[in-house]
């Protein structure tokens, strides 16, 4: 039952994202940090009962979950390209081609890759994500020109704002388990272990 309810909530999850496209789409933020976000939800929903069998769990292909996420790195890099975003609102080849693409090759591949990671490949992902979220902030709020041709200055401005805002937030959530850790087993001082 948990596995059908979790495959219809995230077919649910795409086709509010297509109904409600034109509302998301007329904002870049609402575009790129609430509609892409969803869509790899999505497909991360999807494909968890299609990882429940065994013989994706054996897969040579997925150890160490190295190749999917190459895979969704790769594919959020392009979907981060500002003439993407222009594309998936003109063409409607290519916005078709984002809610395929965004929830099978980011969302499943995270979902098939990431508890496959060793934790150390998590970490490094997690402070890239943060550092490209960062850049991306920058690169939205200090550019002297539009860079996406579909929306206004002013526009992409507020889309740096909240690259910024999802910078934070993800840095503050990934390292506060470090910190409560830490508190709930403090490093024991000089004195306590001397014989």
């Known amino acids: 039952m948990k596995s059908a309810s979790q495959l219809g909530l995230?077919?649910?999850v795409i086709i509010l994202c297509w109904w409600l496209r034109d509302g998301l789409e007329r904002d870049p933020v609402t575009h790129v940090l609430l509609q892409l976000p969803l869509?790899?939800?999505?497909?991360?929903?999807?494909v968890q009962p299609v990882l429940e069998g065994k013989n994706w769990r054996n897969s040579s292909f997925f150890g160490g979950g190295l190749?999917?996420?190459?895979?969704a790195i790769f594919s959020i890099a392009f979907w981060m390209l500002p003439r993407s975003i222009d594309?998936?609102?003109?063409?409607?080849?290519?916005?078709?081609?984002?809610?395929?693409?965004?929830?099978?090759l980011i969302g499943a591949s995270l979902?098939?890759?990431?508890?496959?990671?060793h934790p150390l490949l998590r970490a490094f992902l997690k402070a890239e994500a943060v550092s490209m979220l960062a850049v991306m902030a920058f690169l939205y709020t200090h550019a002297p020109v539009r860079i996406c041709n579909?929306?206004?200055v002013s526009d992409q401005e507020r889309l740096g704002l909240g690259f910024l805002l999802a910078a934070i937030t993800c840095a503050v959530l990934?390292?506060?388990p470090i910190f409560c850790n830490r508190c709930r087993h403090p490093v024991p001082s000089?004195?306590?272990?001397?014989?």
């Open 150 to 152: 579909a929306y206004l």
């Open 111 to 117: 979902a098939i890759g990431w508890p496959r990671a």
């Open 10 to 12: 995230g077919i649910g």
């Open 39 to 46: 869509l790899a939800l999505a497909g991360a929903l999807i």
């Open 87 to 104: 594309a998936a609102l003109t063409d409607p080849r290519m916005e078709m081609a984002k809610f395929t693409t965004v929830p099978i």
């Open 190 to 195: 000089i004195e306590a272990v001397r014989p």
């Open 67 to 71: 190749a999917p996420i190459l895979i």
């Open 174 to 176: 990934w390292t506060w």
